[in-house]
């Protein structure tokens, strides 16, 4: 709604404090920060220590998070090498890096890369484990894929998923990158 000054400081509190569950989102925290300071220049950064900002553009940006507590669902992404950038290959040869790999709740996983090279990246996912009642139905993922982000050319898809099966893999999106 346009307090982009109440949301940065907010975001930069999250990051100062101990969280006892989750204290993982602080990685993600940092990138939301960052691409605010990035696409809105008039911020007052003076509180903020100059060691959490980081210069953004990254060329491409996935965040998945899931609608169910207890839930492990993993994020992958295959470059045009055929490397798979996951949570057992977490810095692939060309950059791509993933976050923390959330066990149980409901994420988010993110996987950036800062300089991509020309080719197709495939975007899936790996519904690993499920430790919910059953009563409850599937889960719904949402997988944000960005381009160019925090510059002015970002672009920005959303995509939703409901799973059936716990161990399915989705093939869920792609990105072309173009010479």
Request: glycine share 6%; aromatic share 12%; proline share 4%.
């Amino acid at each position: 709604d346009g307090q982009y000054q109440k949301a940065l400081d907010l975001m930069y509190g999250i990051l100062l404090r101990d969280w006892d569950r989750f204290n993982e989102i602080k990685e993600i925290v940092f990138v939301e920060l960052n691409h605010l300071i990035a696409t809105h220049p008039k911020l007052d950064l003076s509180k903020i220590d100059q060691r959490f900002i980081y210069k953004m553009p990254v060329d491409i940006r996935i965040v998945l998070a899931w609608s169910s507590n207890n839930t492990d669902i993993d994020l992958h992404m295959k470059d045009p090498y055929e490397e798979v950038c996951f949570y057992d290959n977490t810095l692939t040869k060309i950059g791509g890096k993933i976050t923390y790999d959330f066990t149980q709740g409901y994420g988010p996983e993110e996987i950036m890369l800062k300089k991509a090279i020309p080719g197709n990246y495939s975007i899936f996912t790996n519904n690993y484990g499920d430790h919910r009642q059953d009563l409850l139905g599937p889960s719904t993922l949402y997988l944000d894929i960005y381009t160019h982000y925090g510059s002015p050319d970002e672009n920005h898809q959303r995509i939703l998923v409901r799973t059936a099966e716990v161990k399915e893999k989705n093939e869920i999106g792609s990105i072309d990158i173009e010479q």
